[in-house]
């Protein structure tokens, strides 16, 4: 397929996330994601971050599998997860799960620096090749266990995880500037949902439940 082929699926993928955001309003509050984000879906390339062997599902609205027996989040999932962080162009970024980085890039276009840690170091090499490729001068990556935060690097003004814990690391939420937003999914496996946290300006956390999710558990290898 030729590039022009490819943007032509992208912008089919953007129309289902439309539909799906549809579907879900009850759920989210509103009909639709906001601008920004569907401008960096409709801009970054979801082909340059997958595998060849399913290079032809790569605009699907599905997962997908990045190797290590892990999988690229649906495209609707990274959306609106983008979304409800409210990213702005001089937010500090951490994510946890870099995967092949393409919710990363993602994040990337939207804030000014993004700090990344995967727990697979195979995963961590080839992410850091696709993003540098796509041409990421603002993203830092990390090889380690993401469920302590980056404290070296606190902190954040926006938190996105990719794995699910059982309950929200207290780390995370620590790391987290005042002010700031915490999304990831949460719960025992057959329970899981996806989550917003807020930290308001003295210090005090309110937790949101959006939708029910599927995924990893954070404390086994993590996907992105």
């Given amino acids: 397929m030729t590039e022009s082929d490819f943007a032509a699926l992208r912008q089919g993928m953007i129309g289902e996330i439309a539909a799906h955001t549809v579907f879900a309003t009850g759920r989210l509050g509103k009909a639709a994601l906001s601008r920004r984000v ?18 032809s599902l790569a605009y699907a609205d599905t997962p997908l599998p990045s190797g290590c027996g892990k999988t690229i989040s649906q495209p609707f999932i990274v959306a609106l997860m983008t979304d409800l962080l409210d990213l702005q162009p001089g937010d500090r970024v951490l994510e946890i799960g870099t995967g092949l980085g393409y919710q990363t890039a993602i994040l990337a276009s939207l804030a000014k620096q993004v700090f990344s840690v995967e727990l697979i170091g195979e995963l961590a090499t080839d992410a850091a090749g696709r993003l540098a490729a796509h041409g990421c001068t603002n993203v830092t990556l990390r090889v380690g266990d993401g469920s302590g935060g980056w404290p070296e690097q606190a902190p954040f003004d926006k938190i996105i995880v990719t794995a699910a814990p059982e309950q929200v690391p207290a780390a995370l939420v620590e790391q987290l500037r005042s002010g700031g937003r915490l999304v990831l999914p949460a719960g025992a496996a057959e329970a899981q949902q996806l989550c917003l946290l807020e930290k308001s300006a003295s210090g005090t956390v309110t937790q949101r439940a959006v939708l029910p999710v599927r995924f990893s558990a954070l404390d086994a290898p993590i996907d992105g």
């Fill in 38 to 55: 569907m401008d960096a879906m409709a801009s970054v390339p979801r082909h340059h971050f997958v595998r060849s062997e399913v290079l």
